[in-house]
Antibody
Framework: QVTLRESGPALVKPTQTLTLTCTFS??????????VSWIRQPPGKALEWLAR???????YYSTSLKTRLTISKDTSKNQVVLTMTNMDPVDTATYYC???????????????WGQGTLVTVSS | DIQMTQSPSTLSASVGDRVTITCRAS??????LAWYQQKPGKAPKVLIY???SLESGVPSRFSGSESGTEFTLTISSLQPDDFATYYC?????????FGQGTKVEIK
């Protein structure tokens, strides 16, 4: 059974760095074809893809947020970590991690999601 | 970036209605398009991938189709559990992008 769970601070101040952790089970990021992404959703707004990390440590980022994002993995802990620098109130959103159905095989859609974690940026 | 434009933004319908949601891509996404359903306070759930392939466990009343760069999600007979917001997503090229969503409301 595949599960993902996001964790991190609920409140950050402007200019601070946000660190979110996705802890997953039911699969391994050591396995070929496994990839995990982060997606966010501001309150009442649409989904926005942020970043992806692959089993072979390839990484991909949103064009508009590339300079602020870093994604990494700790396969021994079954975790994926996203850091976002220089947080701003417009970054207030629910942040989701999700597993990609089939990396390298064209199945680049999200078939398992965490429940999401709401991050508010405010002083 | 590829822009995904959904229409309508809101749709009012009754149980049993046939519902169609459209998603238009600003350029070709080949057939790399998925549809998600999201209920308030919940994570999205994939319904359809690769334009028309039904995800396991999704009811057959959901279907997808394409015509060029225009994609359609159809619910053949709307059920009470289907009132939700629906998003399309292209995964043909980076950055992956979503539509702005279509909310299906009770009429």
């Amino acid at each position: 059974q595949v599960t993902l769970r996001e964790s991190g601070p609920a409140l950050v101040k402007p200019t601070q760095t946000l660190t979110l952790t996705c802890t997953f089970s039911g699969f391994s990021l050591n396995t070929s074809g496994m990839c995990v992404s982060w997606i966010r959703q501001p309150p009442g707004k649409a989904l926005e893809w942020l970043a992806r990390i692959d089993w072979d440590d390839d990484k991909y980022y949103s064009t508009s947020l590339k300079t602020r994002l870093t994604i990494s993995k700790d396969t021994s802990k079954n975790q994926v970590v996203l850091t976002m620098t220089n947080m701003d109130p417009v970054d207030t959103a629910t942040y989701y991690c999700a597993r990609i159905a089939g990396c390298g095989r064209g199945g680049y859609y999200f078939n398992y999601w965490g429940q999401g974690t709401l991050v508010t940026v405010s002083s | 970036d590829i822009q995904m434009t959904q229409s309508p933004s809101t749709l009012s319908a009754s149980v049993g209605d046939r519902v169609t949601i459209t998603c238009r891509a600003s350029q070709s996404v080949s057939s790399w398009l998925a549809w998600y359903q999201q209920k308030p306070g919940k994570a999205p759930k994939v319904l359809i991938y690769k334009v028309s392939s039904l995800e396991s466990g999704v009811p057959s009343r959901f279907s997808g189709s394409e015509s060029g760069t225009e994609f359609t999600l159809t619910i053949s007979s709307l059920q009470p559990d289907d009132f939700a917001t629906y998003y399309c997503q292209q995964y043909n090229s980076f950055p992956w992008t979503f539509g702005q969503g279509t909310k299906v409301e009770i009429k």
